[in-house]
């Protein structure tokens, strides 16, 4: 490691974001470029860095800096310059000038300690060396709480958020209650507050840490998909983690219980345990969808069956009976669920239903969970679809700064019938804001198959409807004659029976490659990938061949497969810059899936510069179209159509996608799909995966490696139990006004 000294006569560039700079550094010789995160410097002042000499390709030598310290400004140019800087409001250059010819050496402390001595400058009365004094108090603060921060090895980039969160308070709030951190500031969960309060001192059995450590575990089990916790699991759990004992956590349980901050429930003996929203949540679902199926929706003067029969004849088909029997229903019932595998004809009932209503003269609106399912919902029924975000107006009202669902119980959706499709992605939240939205009188239908893995977030809603039995459900269960043409649907049926799948009949589209190394797989599909598939199914390799994995780790992993994929899919060229994030590279050209719903994200229309929006999705997949190392920005294109930009700050969103995993890969659809079929964890590798991946894919399916492991996976008829109250909430009907909501008294 070097170390320079010298002081900061330009800040070239500056990520507010993160603190990431630009400065250039002048000491008694030369001026030299240094970069890094700083998260706070000023013109003027002198700083010892630490780092080390890079030459970089464009802007040549230049010290890249690992830590550094702010060194008061010692030398009377150094503070002329430091205080001309615009830092305190109120001295410009000339002011600067006449304070060091007048002070000299000691300006700094006169302004500190004796600000009073200031008016003897010419121009400086009581009132502005009143606000000289508090504008530099404010600067020292400043600079005491990053050093604060830095003590605690806390990184630049998260310093800057914590002290955009509190201000001036952040030393006191973080003495005070470390854990507060993991509550308020975005990115620092329980464990870095915990690392921070542990070299603070703090006793492992404080309150504080109990209250902190319990939610971070509730949080826990909502993240990985459960609507609710039960009480005994939460506390041992926890008193594991926190090392502590579990009546500590029992009593702390009490304590959160009183101050509502979580909510106790009884489901027929068990006491649950949940946060508020998901408790309010769920209990507003089980109100809203027995309320919309019990709403006597208006007598229907129209001859249905001959109604029917015209769209029939219009369409050229003849719809099954059970398709019939969904169309029906969807007019008499105020509430229906359609669910079926694929091609068991859901987008033909849908489009069957659309018609009807439309030749009733009813209004039809039309959303999907994603961006992509929406897309093909639109493309399929050639009427407009939205994603659920979008329908329910999702963005920041009139006064609040929080971003909102402008569509809820106050101002509904204007129209008499709203089809949601894939609702098996829908999660517990998004149903209950999509049901704020409609009123009693409004027909909804929810179309899914419920054998798809159930959504990335809390609940598992669809499944909760259908097993309750409170609501109309229609099954299709026929797979039609030009469905049957592709063994992708005929083997995603027999596989979602237990049933052995058909493998490599010539000129069909599932095919299986025997492989047993995870080496020997791994090449395979690099071979595929790169050469036979493209060649073969006429499909480019980056934008029609989908590779998926059941997992992240290992030799077949998404992260490994997307090391070696992109090395032969888009490896390094002198033309395509690229920038190092983690462990990651992020390449001009390179295919990247954004893993986190970010609503605030802004796109850009690439064919229309005046049309721009807000919201990235998980799961929304791009291609990178540059690489700004200067900006430090990477561009993404999404859907071919728009442009996104993001900071550093927002790469942990962005992962390369020439392989994702099965979860993430829900409500996608790819042309041709490449996964291996591996040994591994039971809980992973089950049926329900399987058949979920499979479906995903509309022209081929190649599955490499082990042939039993494809067995042991369609035997594994293992359903991750997510803990969800809703079918038991819906179930118990008889008693309905006894049992919702009764626990705790909740204003929603
Ligand atoms: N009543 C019918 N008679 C004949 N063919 C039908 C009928 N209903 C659907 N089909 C055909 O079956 C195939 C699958 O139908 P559809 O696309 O509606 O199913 P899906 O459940 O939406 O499938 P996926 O989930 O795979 O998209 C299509 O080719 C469609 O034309």
């Given amino acids: 490691m070097d170390e320079i000294q010298g002081m900061i006569s330009e800040v070239v560039f500056r990520n507010e974001v993160n603190g990431y700079t630009v400065l250039e550094l002048q000491d008694d010789v030369e001026e030299n470029t240094v970069v890094g995160y700083f998260p706070y410097v000023n013109i003027g002042e002198t700083i010892k860095a630490v780092g080390t000499w890079v030459e970089h390709p464009d802007y040549g030598r230049q010290f890249k800096m690992e830590t550094y310290q702010v060194v008061t400004p010692a030398t009377l ?110 990115g620092i969960g329980f464990k870095m507050a915990d690392r921070i309060a542990q070299s603070m001192g703090i006793p492992l059995d404080s309150e504080y840490r109990i209250a902190s450590g319990t939610r971070y575990v509730l949080s826990q089990f909502h993240n990985n998909g459960h609507s609710y916790i039960p009480q005994d699991k ?93 169309v029906e229903k969807a007019v008499t019932k105020g509430l229906l669920v359609v669910t079926g595998g694929p091609g068991t004809g859901k987008t033909t ?28 919902m639109q493309e399929a029924t050639g009427r407009e679809s939205k994603t659920i975000h979008r329908l329910l107006e999702y963005g920041y009202g009139d006064r609040d700064e929080d971003m909102m669902f402008q569509r809820n119980e106050d101002s509904p959706l204007e129209a008499n019938v709203v089809i949601v499709d894939e609702v098996s992605m829908v999660d517990i939240l998004l149903m209950n804001n999509l049901l704020k939205a409609i009123s009693e009188g409004t027909r909804l239908i929810l179309v899914g198959d419920v054998d798809q893995l159930p959504s990335v977030g809390p ?31 005929v083997n995603a049926h027999r596989i979602n029976k237990g049933e052995a799948p058909i493998l490599n009949i010539k000129n ?172 591994g964890p039971p809980m992973l590798l089950t049926r329900n995966l399987l058949y979920t991946a499979l479906t995903r894919a509309k022209k081929m399916v190649v599955l490499v490696g082990q042939e039993r492991c494809i067995y042991s996976m369609i035997n594994n008829n293992y359903v991750t139990r997510r803990y969800s109250g809703l079918e038991y909430r819906l179930r118990r009907l008889g008693n309905w006004d006894e049992f919702m909501g009764n626990t705790i008294s909740i204003q929603e």
């Fill in 508 to 679: 069909k589209d599932f095919f299986f490659m025997r492989e047993e190394s995870q080496t020997g797989i791994l090449e395979k599909i690099k071979e595929l990938c790169k050469d036979r598939l493209p060649k073969y199914s006429g499909y480019s390799s980056i934008e029609g061949i989908q590779v998926l994995s059941p997992m992240k780790k290992g030799i077949c992993g998404v992260i490994n497969l997307n090391t070696e994929l992109q090395k032969i899919l888009n490896p390094p060229h002198p033309t395509k810059n690229e920038r190092q994030y983690r462990d990651m590279i992020f390449r001009e050209g390179d295919k990247v899936m954004q893993i986190r719903n970010n609503y605030k994200m802004k796109w850009q229309s690439l064919w229309d510069s005046d049309y721009e929006g807000e919201g990235v999705f998980n799961g929304d997949m791009g291609i990178i179209s540059k690489v700004d190392n200067e900006e430090q920005t990477v561009e993404v294109i999404f859907d071919g159509e728009r442009l996104v930009r993001y900071e550093p700050s927002d790469l942990d969103e962005l992962e390369l996608a020439y392989a994702v995993t099965v979860h993430k890969s829900q409500g996608s659809e790819f042309p041709v799909l490449v996964m291996p079929v591996i040994a």
């Fill in 77 to 186: 140019n150094g503070i002329e310059r430091y205080l001309s800087s615009g830092l305190i409001p109120g001295i410009g250059a000339a002011t600067a000038k006449k304070m060091v010819e007048k002070f000299g050496l000691d300006t700094l402390d006169i302004i500190q300690y004796n600000p009073q001595r200031l008016t003897e400058i010419d121009g400086i009365g009581q009132k502005k060396a009143q606000k000289i004094y508090e504008a530099f108090q404010e600067q020292r603060e400043l600079k005491d709480i990053m050093l604060f921060l830095e003590s605690y090895n806390i990184s630049p980039a998260y310093a800057v958020r914590i002290y955009k969160t509190y201000g001036a308070n952040t030393i006191k709030v973080i003495r005070e209650n470390p854990y507060n951190l993991a509550d308020d500031v975005f």
């Fill in 234 to 326: 939460l506390i041992k759990t926890a008193a594991e983690l926190l090392d502590v004992r579990e009546e500590a956590v029992e009593n702390m349980l009490m304590g959160l219980y009183i101050d509502r901050k979580i909510v106790v429930d009884d489901l027929d003996g068990v006491k649950a345990v949940y946060s508020i929203a998901f408790y309010k949540a769920e209990v507003g679902v089980a109100r809203r969808l027995l309320a919309l199926a019990q709403y006597p929706v208006f007598e229907v003067n129209f001859d249905i069956e001959h109604e029917i029969n015209q769209i029939e004849k219009e369409e050229g088909i003849c719809l099954a009976t059970n398709q019939k029997e969904a």
């Fill in 459 to 489: 609940g598992c809603v669809l499944r909760d409807i259908i097993n309750s039995e409170a609501v109309t459900v229609v099954r299709l269960n026929e797979i039609f004659r030009q469905a049957q043409e592709s063994l992708i649907v």
């Fill in 349 to 376: 009932t849908i489009k069957a239903i659309i018609r009807l209503f439309e030749r009733m003269g009813l209004s039809v609106l039309l959303c999907a969970p994603t961006g992509r399912a929406a897309k093909r």
